[in-house]
């Protein structure tokens, strides 16, 4: 049980840190295009991009497969722009239009839990199983994405519901403050 709680905890900070703010920026990008009513929608949302994230741990801490870090961690920023300009070509924010986000988390979740693979790996024991360790991380991390969709969705309901700011506005600004940093992190993640 003791396992299972420290990869809790573990999955939560890989979500709720500053040395986050990479996965932070890909929720909110990913999130910017629902409010508070589409709420069922963004669970199912993060939900794929945590099986996602899952499927690549489990199979790079087993060795199936193995990626250079430094183009990983390039990746991951391009996920992020990926996604935040992919919220500039979204019409009126119905279901229908918003379906290619589940695949967008999905593979883009595969790249990301790329990115944690390596230190999954150091932290197993050589003769213990993913199973529990990956179960408790996944939890936690799961958490941690619904906290940060939680809190967008608040603002979102603030602004864009009760102070009636165009949703668009709302959109496009979290989207453009997405691109920037990410487009920093490309610059400073640059694989040499």
């Known amino acids: 049980m003791n396992d ?18 990479d996965h932070i920026l890909f929720i909110i990008a990913l999130a910017a295009i629902y409010l508070v009513q ?3 929608q963004v669970l199912v949302l993060i939900t794929a991009f945590t099986i996602g994230h899952s499927l690549t741990l489990a199979l790079s801490v087993n060795d199936v497969i193995r990626f250079n870090e430094k183009w990983v961690e390039f990746l991951i920023p391009c996920t992020i722009l990926a996604t935040a300009i992919f919220n500039f070509f979204v019409k009126g924010y119905r279901p229908k239009s918003l379906r290619v986000n589940y695949f967008l ?5 595969l790249i990301h839990g790329m990115g944690f693979a390596n230190a999954i790996r150091f932290m197993l024991a050589s003769n213990q199983s993913i199973g ?48 920037i940093i990410s487009a920093n992190m490309l610059i400073e993640r640059w694989p040499k």
Request: proline share 1%; no cysteine.
């Open 4 to 21: 299972v709680v420290f990869y809790l905890e573990t999955g939560w900070h890989h979500i709720i840190s500053w040395n986050a703010l």
């Open 38 to 40: 589409d709420w069922r």
């Open 105 to 109: 988390a999905l593979f883009f979740g």
């Open 132 to 179: 529990w360790p990956l179960l408790g991380f996944n939890i936690g991390l799961e958490v941690g994405q619904i906290t940060v969709v939680s809190v967008i969705l608040l603002i979102s309901y603030i602004l864009v519901t009760r102070l009636k700011l165009e949703r668009k506005w709302w959109v496009w600004g979290l989207s453009i403050l997405a691109i």
